[in-house]
């Protein structure tokens, strides 16, 4: 199977979730919140640092678990408004 190349968009838009994750997670290690969310600390931190930026529905609803922010919020801080500022997560 050959993945289509990320835009440009899409790259930035991985960037800021993962800093997004990296803020609500705070002085919690990568390992904890991995292990609360059933998913290894490899793939949390190629989705902090945006390697990842396409996580799957449930690896995102199981790390929003684990850290205790709701998926709108997340959605919320991912869209851009009419400026081009993103939402602040209030994690």
């Known amino acids: 199977m050959v993945r289509t190349p990320l835009t440009p968009q899409e790259r930035q ?3 800021l ?4 994750l990296r803020r609500a997670r ?9 292990a609360a969310a059933g998913v290894s600390a490899e793939t949390l931190r190629k ?12 690896t995102v609803a199981a790390l ?18 009419d400026s ?3 939402q602040s997560l209030s994690a």
């Open 84 to 86: 081009g500022d993103h």
């Open 47 to 58: 989705i902090e640092t945006g390697r990842a930026p396409t996580p799957a529905f449930f």
């Open 17 to 20: 979730f993962g800093a997004l």
């Open 64 to 81: 929003a678990a684990a850290l205790g922010v709701s998926l709108d919020e997340l959605a919320a801080a991912c869209v851009q408004d």
């Open 13 to 15: 838009r991985g960037e």
């Open 26 to 34: 705070g002085d919690r290690s990568m390992v904890e919140v991995a």
